[in-house]
């Protein structure tokens, strides 16, 4: 539920970013325990927002803080 709940943060944070931002949710199956955030452009090349493997404990070491992964959506953008 934790990595729902922080998933869900993190995607309306960059619709609210960014108008007309598809966000996909586990477009694949995800690595077991992590929590992380790319961009896929559309040249197809994908570009890591934010990864917490490697991070923690504590567990919530895990997770960005949304505006942290809009600053750096913003930053790949530009």
Do not use: C, M, Y
């Not at 586990?26 to 452009?41: D, G, H, M």
């Not at 994908?46 to 493997?53: A, K, N, P, Q, Y």
């Amino acid at each position: 539920r934790v990595f729902g709940r922080n998933a869900a943060a993190v995607s309306e944070a960059l619709r609210g970013a960014v108008a007309h931002l598809p966000v996909d949710i586990n477009p694949q199956q995800p690595r077991r325990n992590s929590f992380e955030v790319s961009l896929v452009k559309e040249d197809g090349s994908t570009v890591e927002l934010w990864s917490g493997i490697g991070k923690g404990p504590p567990r919530k070491l895990k997770f960005p803080q949304p505006e942290a992964v809009v600053e750096a959506l913003k930053s790949s953008l530009a």
